[in-house]
């Protein structure tokens, strides 16, 4: 959505362009509320005010961007993110 400039009012994106492809307008709400309460999009957050804000500076860094900011504002992400990032590989130099 950010890439697609939706990324200030993402509501008419997801709820009337159907940009997420859902089935129903029950399932676009559900995605909405989801993407503003992960990543505080269409609101006044300062962790969403800065993710836009550097949205546009590097694209490489949009994923981690994205993460990071779903990290910041979701406690059970945050929660299992250290059972993830054990698990990963190690890889000798």
Do not use: I, T
Not at 11 to 20: K, P
């Amino acid at each position: 959505m950010l890439a697609g400039g939706h990324g200030n009012d993402p509501a008419d994106a997801v709820l009337d362009q159907n940009l997420l492809g859902k089935p129903s307008v029950r399932a676009r709400e559900a995605a909405l509320y989801r993407l503003r309460q992960l990543y505080a999009l269409g609101e006044d957050a300062q962790v969403g005010v800065v993710m836009r804000g550097l949205w546009k500076l590097d694209p490489d860094a949009r994923p981690m961007l994205a993460l990071l900011c779903a990290l910041a504002r979701d406690p059970s992400l945050r929660a299992g993110a250290s059972a993830v990032l054990e698990g990963l590989p190690h890889f000798p130099c």
